[in-house]
């Protein structure tokens, strides 16, 4: 086993063009080691989401290549692509959830989609327990039209965690939330890191979201978040990678230190103002 092995997520050199003449994605090289965070931000059009869902398969590169768990998956087949992407959690920018469909289907759906379908009492519990985690565990039977932004949200969470992924991409999770659901939903994908180690990528347009990745964990005990270090630069935050994409490239890559040190106009404005 070599060191790219242990690599959750890599891009090398990867570029992708919608035939539009400008690049969505423009060279874009990123690792994603075990239990990292990466917080992708960057304006409105910037390659966030594109990134996102190259990452997952759901877009083909037009240069470059992607790896997850050390396997390439650019020129993967669809039917190669079912298996690994087991693996893999993703919350939709748009929700993603079926409106057609109960809570409960909504939630099963990953691990009815797994190659390997397992019974439907494994299903049933797995289905209650990413529910439970996301505490929505009454809303079951409920239509996804009949919950709040918020409990959509959150359901679309339990979705993404349910096959219990090895990496969990969230895109823009707190996006048209009010500032105490959107605290809570964070809550959540910290919870769910911290319980599990997960290797997370996280676009968003809140300074706020990447402060929480990258400064609080989750105390099992309290079942709260806590600060990692008064300073808010220990050891743990280095797990924390920022990203500041411009215009389908990485402006930036680095430190939350770092990119409040930032002096280009551009990615400063992506710094966490204290
Ligand atoms: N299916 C598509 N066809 C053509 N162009 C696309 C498609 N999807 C995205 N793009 C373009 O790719 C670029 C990056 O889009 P992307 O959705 O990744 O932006 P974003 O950073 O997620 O923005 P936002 O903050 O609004 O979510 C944009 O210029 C967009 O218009
Ligand atoms: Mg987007």
């Known amino acids: 086993m070599n060191a790219a092995d242990s690599i959750v997520l890599r891009f090398e050199k990867v570029s992708l ?6 690049k ?3 060279d874009v090289s990123l690792d994603i080691r075990p239990g990292q965070t990466a917080v992708v931000l960057g304006a409105a059009g910037s390659g966030k989401t594109v990134l996102l ?3 997952l398969g759901l877009l083909q590169p037009t240069q470059g290549c992607v790896y997850l768990f050390g396997q390439e998956i650019s020129r993967m ?3 190669q692509l079912f298996d690994i992407r087991a693996s893999v959690g993703i919350l939709f920018q748009e929700g993603g959830l079926f409106d057609s469909q109960t809570v409960e289907e909504n939630v099963a759906y990953p691990l009815l989609n797994q190659k390997a379908r397992r019974d439907a009492g494994d299903v049933d519990a797995k289905v209650r ?3 439970r985690f996301v505490e929505l ?3 079951l039977e ?3 039209s009949a919950l709040s932004g918020g409990m959509r949200r959150r359901v679309g969470i339990a979705r993404a965690v349910v096959t219990a992924p090895k990496l969990l991409l969230y895109d823009s999770p707190t996006a048209g939330l009010d500032p105490i659901t959107a605290n809570t939903i964070m809550a959540l994908i910290i919870k769910e890191r911290d319980t599990r180690n997960t290797a997370t990528v996280m676009a968003t347009h809140r300074h706020q979201d990447g402060q929480l990745m990258a400064n609080f964990r ?4 309290s079942g709260r978040l806590q600060r990692i270090s008064a300073n808010g630069h220990g050891a743990d935050s280095e797990q924390t990678v920022f990203v500041v994409m411009k215009e389908g490239r990485i402006a930036f890559e680095g430190t939350e230190s770092e990119l409040e040190a930032s002096t280009d106009s551009y990615v400063s404005k992506f710094a966490p103002k204290r």
């Open 24 to 26: 969505a994605l423009d």
């Open 142 to 144: 409920k239509f996804p």
């Open 129 to 131: 327990e990413a529910l």
């Open 137 to 139: 565990e009454q809303t």
């Open 53 to 55: 869902k190259v990452a």
């Open 17 to 22: 063009d919608f035939g539009t003449g400008e």
């Open 77 to 79: 087949s669809e039917q």
């Open 218 to 221: 989750y105390n099992p005990e």
